[in-house]
């Protein structure tokens, strides 16, 4: 609030007034004084001066009261200049509203000051500034007000002025009058186009005949500024919180928009682009700050002729639409998208554009072909587990593995006895009883050679760091088991045994073949050497290798033996396995 201003030239008149009428004073008294002497010499003042100097004198006080009126009443207009400036140059509404409390309250003499406004929602009366003489806010706990007066001025809509509230007969007998010991109060209606909207009230408990119809006339002026003013400031409120709200949901939506894994696009009936997501930015590998509000198919790679007949019959026919495409993009290559078209509709239902969901299914198509030549050498559950399909190295990897070798004995001799469907339907079963006892502690079936099937555990497709001998040695323990299972339902001409081998030490996996036809395989020395013991063991046996035994033998009891390979005379050490050892 700027500092109450003064007219220079009020002052400067009052201020030769006040001078001249204590100069007529002093010039008064000496002729009193003279008076007095000359009757003592028997002369006499000319008839009147006296008189007249008195006259004189009177009429310039009456002169320095009028100008003290009206260099307070222009004190009071400089400062409702300055409030209504304030007022219209601010929208803090509170801290307006005190500092002009603060100035009413210091104009008016008032003890105290309250502005009371109608809630718009509820219509209930509150308080929403109270000032005392020393400028401090008033606690509401420290309320002392006539709520009577407050509610009669809120109700009529008129002006209500006391010089003493506890000798005037119209709030004598209220209770907060006399409680209070209220003596000049003055209270004005705040009105927006004739709608009383709240109250401003003041008060003073000490002194009577404080408030007049200056006052009431200056309060009233104020009233109706500050009634403006409220109300732009709650308007302004109103647009600063919905502009705020705006601005949440549209910074909700962005964050939305750009968490979403699917692109999104929206274009305006001309195909302008007004929302463009970080997912689409991927996809097509074109910045936003490229794309916004410019045409679809200028602006992006082109998507070709079916996409854009598709984007014209949704928009025109009010449809939607999905369709596949695989465009190649400059930056990307050939890549595979899943489009979803459908109108941009407003609340009425207009089209306003197009709203183009994209999906980059190159990186799933390739997972899906990976996984489709994964199931050929996994069992479904394996092929569930695999999390991080991208981290698999078909391409070819070395690693240390263990091999099963298993192959079904004296299988020559008995082919000759049965017709050939007779002879492919029991080699399934057995082969069925090594591939399940192989899946059965995840192992992969690496081929089937014949009669034989082959079981290699920890390689990329399921590493099994740190028990995968044991797994191999567990598999075989089954295969032996489901065999003799398998016996008690076969008839004796029918009943087959397996020789297995089994040895561990590094191999190199991976796809191999022609770009046709590839597999999944090993290749190194477990591979030949477990081929070496399974010929080596005899009907019903598991022959381990020396590094195979060294990793399981507190787990397993074996008998060492000594046989040559298949086509050799030199006997090799290897490990016959009679069962597992028992838990101590």
């Keep these: 609030m700027s500092t109450l201003g003064t007219n220079p030239m009020i002052s400067k008149t009052l201020n030769d007034a006040e001078q001249v009428s204590a100069l007529i004073g002093e010039m008064e008294q000496q002729l009193r004084t003279q008076r007095e002497l000359l009757q003592k010499r028997g002369m006499n003042l000319p008839p009147g001066t006296l008189k007249t100097l008195q006259r004189v004198r009177a009429d310039l006080d009456t002169l320095a009261e009028r100008l003290r009126a009206q260099k307070i009443e222009l004190n009071q207009l400089h400062a409702l200049a300055d409030t209504s400036a304030l007022l219209n140059s601010s929208l803090g509404l509170d801290e307006v509203l005190n500092r002009v409390m603060d100035t009413v309250i210091r104009l008016t003499g008032a003890e105290r000051g309250y502005i009371v406004l109608r809630e718009p929602a509820t219509g209930d009366m509150v308080f929403r500034v109270a000032r005392n003489l020393d400028q401090e806010t008033i606690e509401k706990g420290a309320f002392i007000v006539s709520r009577s007066i407050v509610n009669q001025v809120a109700e009529t809509g008129q002006p209500v002025v006391t010089t003493n509230a506890q000798s005037d007969p119209r709030f004598a007998n209220q209770e907060s009058v006399v409680s209070y010991a209220l003596r000049s109060i003055l209270c004005v209606p705040l009105k927006v186009k004739s709608k009383v909207t709240g109250v401003v009230y003041a008060d003073n408990r000490i002194r009577a005949g404080l408030f007049g119809e200056r006052e009431l006339t200056l309060l009233d002026a104020f009233a109706n500024q500050a009634a403006v003013a409220i109300e732009n400031a709650r308007l302004f409120e109103q647009v600063r919180q919905t ?51 410019r045409p679809l198919t200028e602006v992006l790679p082109p998507l070709g002729q079916t996409f854009l007949e598709a984007a014209r019959r949704v928009q025109d026919a009010d449809i939607r639409e999905s369709l596949e495409l695989q465009p190649s993009l400059p930056t990307r290559g050939d890549v595979i998208l899943d489009m979803r078209l459908s109108p941009l509709k407003a609340h009425e239902e207009t089209t306003l554009g197009l709203t183009i969901l994209v999906d980059d299914l190159t990186e799933v198509r390739k997972r899906e072909a990976t996984l489709a030549e994964v199931r050929r050498y996994l069992p479904p559950a394996m092929v569930e587990n695999i999390r991080a399909i991208d981290t698999i190295e078909l391409g070819g990897e070395e690693r240390e593995i263990s091999v099963v070798f298993a192959d079904v004995r004296g299988f020559t001799s008995f082919s000759e006895q049965l017709s ?72 004796p001409m029918h009943r087959l045994w397996y020789g297995i081998g089994i040895d561990t030490g590094y191999a190199v996996l991976g796809n191999v073949g022609s770009e046709d036809r590839k597999e999944f395989t090993a290749l190194g020395t477990p591979i030949d050497h477990a081929k ?18 060294q990793r399981v033998k507190d787990r397993v009891e074996v008998e060492q033996v000594e046989r040559p390979y298949r086509g050799d005379t030199v006997p090799h050490v290897m490990y016959k396995v009679l069962g597992f050892k028992r838990k101590r």
């Design 532 to 549: 070496k013991l399974q010929e080596a063991a005899e009907h019903g046996e598991i022959v381990l290798s020396e590094a195979t035994y």
């Design 420 to 491: 050939p469907e007779e002879l492919m339907a029991i080699i399934n079963r057995y082969l069925t009883v090594g591939s399940d006892a192989i899946h059965l502690y995840e192992g992969i079936v690496d081929k089937y050679m014949g009669d034989a099937v082959v079981g290699l555990y920890n390689t990329q497709l399921n590493p099994q760091e740190d028990d995968h001998v044991l797994r191999a040695v567990r598999a075989a323990m089954s295969m032996m088991y489901d065999v003799r299972a398998l016996h008690e339902v076969l008839p």
């Design 243 to 293: 502009l705020q709200e705006v601005t949440e949901n549209k910074d909700l939506l962005e964050k939305v928009f750009s968490s979403i894994t699917s692109g999104v696009i929206t274009t305006d009936v001309d195909g302008n682009i007004l929302i463009y997501n970080k997912a689409a930015e991927q996809i097509f590998d074109v910045p936003e700050s490229t794309v916004i509000n």
